[in-house]
């Protein structure tokens, strides 16, 4: 019998959860008010808490997982650049960014998804 490690599907919620929030720092607020270094680093969310945490060390050697961890961490380097640009008053290039802020948080779902069907 396999050993679920995390519930998934509460980190699948959670990531949607927080590309919604970037997408709403981008659309809806000033983007002045947000520091960009820290959506870009892809450890301070709770996906990113549990990927360089301990507990997913049983997974380090699963070739999903490796993937999971370098699309997770592309898409927090989007992320970050998207609101840099945005803070930094280039809405072309903040705008420029928003494909692949997308596809990396698609990337993200899928990969997660697979993991979920190999523990």
Sequence with gaps: MKKKVIDIDALIYQHLQWKSQAESFFYETNCKTINPTII???????LGKWIHSPVSDPLSSNETFQQLKKAHKKFHLYAGRMLLECKSGDTDCAES???LFHKSAEDVIKLLKELKKEI
């Design 40 to 46: 870009g680093r892809d450890n301070c969310c709770d």
């Design 97 to 99: 960014w928003l494909p």
